[in-house]
Nanobody, 123 residues
Framework: QVQLVESGGGLAQAGGSLRISCTAS????????MGWFRQRLGKEREFVAA????????YYAGSMKDRLTIWKDNAKNAVYLQMDSLKPEDTAVYYC????????????????WGQGTQVTVSS
C-alpha cells in the first residue's frame, strides 16, 4: 500500500504564488510517475500536471501551462508543483496521484491518490 500526503495549500492573493508538495510512503515496489489534479466546486476532477519517474517528461494542462512548474525528488519520494500568477478560479482541492502504468491526463492511469490540499485564492 502506498500513501500519498499533500501539503502546502492555503490562502493566497490573486497574482501570488504557491508551492504544494506530495510525499509518498509505504510499500513502493516499482518506479512511478506522478500527477496533480484539482477539483473545483461543482466540477469534475481535472488534470493539472504530470511528471515521469525519470523527470524527463513533464506535462501541463493547456489552460495553466504558463503558470505551472512540476518537479520531483525520487530520493525523497516527493513531487512538487509551483503555481504562479494565481487566479480566483484556481481555488480548488489539489490532489496528487501516483502511476505505475505511465503518466497521463486521465484519472484511470493512477493507482493511488492523496487526500488533497485546499488552495483558496482571493481577488
Amino acid at each position: 500500500q502506498v500513501q500519498l500526503v499533500e501539503s502546502g495549500g492555503g490562502l493566497a492573493q490573486a497574482g501570488g504564488s504557491l508551492r504544494i508538495s506530495c510525499t509518498a510512503s509505504g510499500r513502493i515496489f516499482s518506479n512511478y510517475g506522478m500527477g496533480w489534479f484539482r477539483q473545483r466546486l461543482g466540477k469534475e476532477r481535472e488534470f493539472v500536471a504530470a511528471i515521469t519517474w525519470s523527470g524527463g517528461g513533464t506535462y501541463y494542462a493547456g489552460s495553466m501551462k504558463d503558470r505551472l512548474t512540476i518537479w520531483k525528488d525520487n530520493a525523497k519520494n516527493a513531487v512538487y508543483l509551483q503555481m504562479d500568477s494565481l487566479k480566483p478560479e484556481d481555488t480548488a482541492v489539489y490532489y496528487c496521484a501516483s502511476s505505475t502504468l505511465g503518466v497521463a491526463a486521465t484519472l484511470d492511469r493512477y493507482d493511488y491518490w492523496g487526500q488533497g490540499t485546499q488552495v483558496t485564492v482571493s481577488s
